[in-house]
């Protein structure tokens, strides 16, 4: 094992303020790779040369000029599986310093084993995302056969039925900056309470496919999740989830169908999750550019504004989740039935289309969802 200058430094800082002592970090070459003194970082330190290669316990010097590099203190090997990988050398005096060897050589050799394990487990969270990657996003040529099943020695089972969640925030305008921070508590949550998942982050959202099926679960997993958030006024957790499961390639489909749940989500207030398999014309509204949703818009509403469109689009939303009834709208609204009558013949007039037409209501729905999307 290589000790990274980092790991070194981190190991030096540790073992320093425990015993307020100057500390250095060799490699096993003897090279000076950390230490309090940042002058004496990238010297040779030739005690620690002589441990190495004489496999010493222990080496005491006693002058600043026993050995080229060296000051006077104790200088102690470090062993990763049985091999000496380093060697930690302390300043001063050795009544001084006596009293804490076996401390520091325990220490330093246990937060180095810690250090090893968090490197190892970064790596291969690195080449699982790698992978998941090209799973997701590859050429047809990059998935062969020996790449599905490479997934197994990276501890992923794409073969495994999984169900895809993709899982964003609704921010408040000017703070999606903090969306970055909940979505790394959301990965810290999910990967501390749940076995067997895959999560592949993306920019502004996390992609993740999980062996529980059933979707009173799965509403449950997003509950808790969102419980789990420090979710402060105006920021709200957005699911989207698959028709799955899914499989292997197949998983591919499964994040498309989850992505566009996702979307929906957001254009509906107070929906934090919403299924694929619930979504109507949320299916194609994704696909459907911003140009072509505004120009449709722009011929349905004959050029009114945003603000008008948008008003006009909260009264037919109501007047068509009350099933055209008028008495229930008004109820609704807070208005006399005689004015949404007139409302509604006045938007008859401006637009040439009349909302109480069951060949119009279609019209007029989609611009609805169209408003929401843009």
């Given at each position: ?92 005096e050795w009544d001084q310093i006596a009293q804490y060897v ?179 014309s949320g299916i194609y509204l994704g696909e459907i550019s ?21 008003e006009w689009a909260q009264l037919l939303a109501t007047f ?55």
């Amino acid at each position: 094992m290589r000790i990274s200058p980092s790991i070194a430094q981190a190991i030096v800082k540790e073992i320093s303020d425990a015993v307020n002592k100057n500390v250095n970090l060799m490699d096993d070459t003897g090279r000076i790779i950390a230490s309090t003194n940042p002058e004496r970082v990238g010297t040779e330190h030739m005690g620690a040369r002589k441990i190495v290669e004489e496999k010493l316990e222990c080496l005491t010097v006693c002058t600043d000029q026993e050995y080229s590099g060296s000051l006077v203190g104790i200088n102690l090997p470090l062993y990763f599986r049985g091999d000496i990988v380093g060697v930690i050398g302390i300043t001063g005096e050795w009544d001084q310093i006596a009293q804490y060897v076996q401390l520091i050589k325990k220490a330093s050799e246990a937060l180095l084993k810690d250090a090893y394990i968090q490197e190892t487990s970064n790596a291969l969270r690195m080449r699982q995302r790698n992978y998941l990657h090209t799973l997701l996003f590859g050429t047809a040529a990059q998935l062969s056969e020996d790449f599905l099943s490479l997934g197994a020695t990276l501890r992923l089972d794409i073969q495994l039925p999984y169900r895809c969640l993709c899982i964003s925030f609704a921010a408040p305008e000017g703070r999606s900056a903090e969306i970055q921070t909940l979505l790394d508590r959301a990965e810290e949550y999910l990967e501390r309470t749940y076995s067997g998942l895959m999560l592949y982050r993306e920019s502004t959202q996390l992609s993740l496919f999980t062996t529980i099926l059933d979707e009173n679960h799965l509403r449950t997993l997003v509950s808790r999740l969102s419980g789990s958030l420090p979710l402060q006024p105006g920021f709200s957790l957005k699911a989207g989830v698959d028709m799955g499961p899914h499989h292997g390639l197949q998983l591919r489909t499964g994040r498309v169908q989850a992505e566009k749940s996702l979307h929906i989500a957001f254009m509906e207030q107070g929906e934090p999750l919403i299924f694929y398999g619930d979504m109507t014309s949320g299916i194609y509204l994704g696909e459907i550019s911003a140009v072509s949703k505004k120009e449709y818009l722009a011929r349905i509403f004959k050029g009114m504004s945003l603000a008008e469109m948008q008003e006009w689009a909260q009264l037919l939303a109501t007047f068509y989740a009350c099933d055209g009834s008028l008495n229930k709208t008004a109820d609704k609204l807070f208005i006399h039935k005689n004015t949404l009558q007139y409302q509604l013949r006045k938007l008859a007039s401006l637009t040439g289309y009349d909302p109480r037409s069951i060949t119009n209501a279609g019209l007029y729905q989609t611009a609805i969802q169209f408003l929401k999307a843009i």
